[in-house]
């Protein structure tokens, strides 16, 4: 019987999950260490890289000027499986810490008692029938199928490509690899997210349904939920993996196809949106409870300072009142509970603030920075820097 007022968390998971995680497993490659992290990536990346290296090689497409974009200059390739890649799989470890981080606060604070356990557990045990669901790792699989053809038609045709060999125009050996294997197992993994931020709102949907004891006095504005907004959000490093993406598939097609960094700015920019709304939505859940614990403290703490303000008029206002002014207790008292009845309608309905939209910008922008490269001098922008500061 676990006494603590911490339920056990350490079964609580959003990634150890799905087929592909038991074929992991079964070939050692799923324990959730930074060691077992590193190898998975190293292995995966070796299974999705490597391969295309060596058979570019044996065309003649990895190095030289057979074709235009030879493999090696593939910036996007090598983005998505030497770096996004590596960067999805150690998100795993980050991702679920910060959800039982999380979650161990709602019962350290209180707000959840060890009388909600047993329903804690009800919600934790959906939650990974939830994430263990095997159709949805077949509706993946079918969808990257069906999309399998047309993904070598997609090399533009004014510009000779890795994919498709020179000598008889039709997809190289590399090529079959990247589309059969390479792509599919990227694909996957970056669609298997997207699963797993649909698990994570709903399991925190759930939780919002909890008896949630909120204190809308509390000094952080949200009923003692501020603590849910503070950075990193639990996804933040798939942010940043998907910012990289981007920012990698356009400096490609700026280099290769004379594309300009201005014709991506609305989709950086809608991925600005959906990185912030990827991090704020499973937040907004808890609205219902946050806006009727100030409803309803607004009512109380108002009926609480009616009653203090007449006993206060009727103890300091009396003319028959002897008792000194300076010093006196019940003035102090008076400015406490007005500040406490400013901080209640002060009270936020959503469990967070500006600084995780702000900190999900940031990390969306650092790997935006390195395209200004192609449209500014260094040189020049450091002076419009200097000149608006000074």
């Known amino acids: 019987m676990n006494s603590s007022p911490v339920p056990t968390l350490a079964d609580l998971s959003l990634t150890n999950s799905g087929l592909f995680y038991k074929l992991l497993r079964k070939l050692g490659l ?48 090598h983005a998505r499986f030497l770096v996004i890649i590596p960067l999805l799989i150690f998100a795993e470890g980050s991702v679920d810490a910060r959800i039982r981080e999380l ?45 399998m053809s047309t993904r070598w038609k997609m090399t533009p045709d004014d510009l000779s490509y890795w994919v498709v060999d020179p000598a008889t125009r039709r997809i190289s050996w590399a090529g079959i690899w990247n589309v059969v294997v390479s792509l599919p197992l990227f694909q996957f993994i970056l669609v298997r997210w997207l699963w797993r931020w649909i698990c994570w709102l709903t399991y925190f949907y759930k939780m919002s349904k ?57 989709i950086l920019g809608a991925l600005g949106l959906i990185t912030v709304l990827m991090n704020i939505l499973p937040l907004l859940v808890f609205m219902p409870p946050l806006i009727a614990a100030r409803r309803k403290g607004i009512f109380e703490y108002s009926t609480l ?8 008029d009727q103890k300091l206002l009396n003319v028959e009142n002897n008792e000194p002014l300076v010093g006196n207790p019940a003035a102090s008292s008076m400015a406490d509970i007005n500040s406490s009845f400013d901080t209640v309608m002060k009270m936020r309905v959503f469990p967070f603030d500006i600084k995780i939209m702000a ?6 922008i650092l790997p935006v920075l390195p395209l200004l490269a192609f449209e500014y001098n260094a040189i020049d922008i450091l002076k419009k820097l200097a000149g608006l500061l000074f």
Not at 217 to 227: R, S, T, V, Y
Not at 307 to 312: C, G, M
Not at 359 to 364: G, Q
Request: include cysteine.
């Open 305 to 312: 300072v009616q009653k203090h303000h007449r006993q206060f």
């Open 210 to 266: 909890l008896p949630l004891k909120l204190n809308p006095a509390h000094p952080d504005l949200a009923g003692g939920l501020g603590f849910l907004g503070l950075p990193p959000s639990p996804f933040m490093a798939v942010n940043f993996a998907l910012a990289a993406l981007c920012s990698a598939v356009a400096a490609e097609r700026i280099i290769f196809l004379g594309q300009h960094l201005s014709d991506f700015y609305i």
């Open 359 to 364: 900190s999900t910008f940031v990390v969306m």
């Open 103 to 147: 979650t161990a606060q709602f019962f350290r604070s209180g707000i959840l008692t060890e009388q909600e356990h047993g329903k804690f557990e009800k919600i934790k045990e959906s939650t990974s029938k939830l994430t263990h669901s095997v159709w949805v790792d077949f509706v993946i699989l079918a969808a990257i199928v069906m999309l």
């Open 30 to 77: 799923g324990k959730s260490t930074s060691r077992g992290y590193l190898f998975r990536s190293l292995c995966i990346s070796g299974i999705t890289w490597l391969p295309l290296l060596i058979l570019a090689m044996m065309q003649g497409l990895a190095f030289g000027n057979l074709v235009e974009a030879n493999f090696i200059k593939d910036i996007a390739t």
